[in-house]
């Protein structure tokens, strides 16, 4: 059997030009082989936030969230991204929403993150989606353990002190409980959408 047919046959066999012994030059001859290469890598780069992001930034110093609605769908983004997803269409009507909203999916994580030491674990993130809002997004829930988290639990922004807040969404520390009755979530194909019907 040929090992191009057993190649056909074993789909993990190596192929025949690789199945064959390698041969050095001469001049390499009683050379370590080597086996691995360590080669520290950096990347840096600057990221220039666009128009819609500008203004959800700036809107962030004030303690204030913006959205922008679709003016195809009624459907509300946050944060902005200038354009639809769902429509393609750019999207330029902001809305203020509100700094609460409720949890639609969360997750505990239970190791610690080598470039987040202030994160101890256990601790929950969570998919926050406020109030007005078509879509949710990523946020830690605080002043709660991470086992009493849930889905449809009511959260409020927790913000930095007033002489700490800069243009930057780090200015949210996380979500904490607001004690209000839980978000009653039946309608699955509902969840985080606004359909046109609506507007």
């Given at each position: 059997?040929?090992?191009?047919?057993?190649?056909?046959?074993?789909?993990?066999?190596?192929?025949?030009?690789?199945?064959?012994?390698?041969?050095?030059?001469?001049?390499?001859?009683?050379?370590?082989?080597?086996?691995?290469?360590c080669t520290p890598i950096r990347m840096?780069?600057?990221?220039?936030?666009?128009?819609?992001l500008s203004r959800y930034l700036r809107a962030m110093a004030?303690?204030?969230?913006?959205?922008?609605?679709?003016?195809?769908?009624?459907?509300?983004f946050v944060p902005p991204r200038g354009v639809s997803p769902l429509a393609g269409a750019a999207?330029?009507?902001?809305?203020?929403?509100?700094?609460?909203?409720?949890?639609?999916?969360f997750n505990i994580t239970r190791v610690p993150i080598e470039r987040r030491p202030d994160l101890e674990p256990p601790y929950c993130s969570a998919w926050i989606v406020l109030d007005g809002a078509s879509v949710g997004f990523l946020g830690l829930v605080i002043d709660i353990a991470p086992e009493e988290v849930r889905i449809g639990m009511r959260v409020r922004a927790v913000w930095k002190p007033d002489e700490e807040l800069e243009t930057s969404a780090a200015?949210?520390?996380?979500?904490?409980p607001t004690g209000e009755p839980d978000e009653v979530i039946t309608d699955y194909e509902r969840i985080g959408r606004v359909e046109a019907s609506d507007r």
């Open positions: 059997m040929s090992p191009d047919s057993a190649a056909a046959r074993d789909p993990l066999a190596a192929p025949a030009a690789l199945s064959a012994p390698v041969t050095l030059p001469g001049a390499l001859a009683g050379a370590e082989p080597v086996e691995s290469v840096t780069y600057t990221y220039t936030p666009g128009r819609a004030g303690k204030r969230i913006l959205g922008e609605r679709c003016g195809a769908t009624g459907q509300v999207t330029s009507e902001a809305v203020e929403l509100a700094d609460t909203g409720y949890v639609e999916s200015n949210i520390l996380g979500w904490a």
